[in-house]
């Protein structure tokens, strides 16, 4: 069983940072893409960015040149670096991989329970 758990979140004023955290656990063979998603209160839930196993990314054009992915394969870690928020950034975030188990020859798609972020004008 794999789980990704999430940190990082918190209320901060417009202009401000923060750096989420996603740690996978579990009986993990290997990780390839993992992402940031996000769902503002009566919207659907986005894709931010992702992350291949070789490290290229891609991002919503909403957060280009504020966001960054990246990942740590020996910790089993995704993050996103937070600048320039927002209010409309104000979300729940999630953290998402594709996960291959151990003893299994096909990959999981995994969500963690999100964090929230919140962002004052």
Same mark, same amino acid.
């Given at each position: 069983?794999?789980?990704?758990?999430?940190?990082?979140?918190?209320?901060? /004023? =417009?202009? *401000?940072?923060? %750096?989420?955290?996603? $740690?996978?656990?579990?009986?993990?063979? #290997?990780? &390839?893409?993992?992402?940031?998603?996000? /769902? =503002?209160? *009566?919207?659907? %839930?986005?894709?931010? $960015?992702?992350?291949?196993?070789?490290? #290229?990314? &891609?991002?919503?054009?909403?957060?280009?040149?504020?966001?960054?992915?990246? %990942?740590?394969?020996?910790?089993?870690?995704?993050?996103?670096?937070?600048?320039?928020?927002?209010?409309?950034?104000?979300?729940?975030?999630?953290?998402?991989?594709?996960?291959?188990?151990?003893?299994?020859?096909?990959?999981?798609?995994?969500?963690?329970?999100?964090?929230?972020?919140?962002?004052?004008?």
């Amino acid at each position: 069983q794999v789980q990704l758990v999430e940190s990082g979140g918190g209320l901060v /004023q =417009a202009g *401000g940072s923060l %750096r989420l955290s996603c $740690a996978a656990s579990g009986s993990i063979f #290997s990780i &390839n893409d993992m992402a940031w998603y996000r /769902q =503002a209160p *009566g919207k659907q %839930r986005e894709l931010v $960015a992702t992350i291949t196993n070789g490290g #290229s990314t &891609n991002y919503v054009d909403s957060v280009k040149g504020r966001f960054t992915i990246s %990942r740590d394969n020996a910790k089993n870690t995704v993050y996103l670096q937070m600048n320039g928020l927002k209010p409309e950034d104000t979300a729940v975030y999630y953290c998402n991989a594709r996960v291959q188990p151990i003893g299994r020859n096909f990959s999981v798609t995994t969500w963690g329970r999100g964090t929230q972020v919140t962002v004052s004008s």
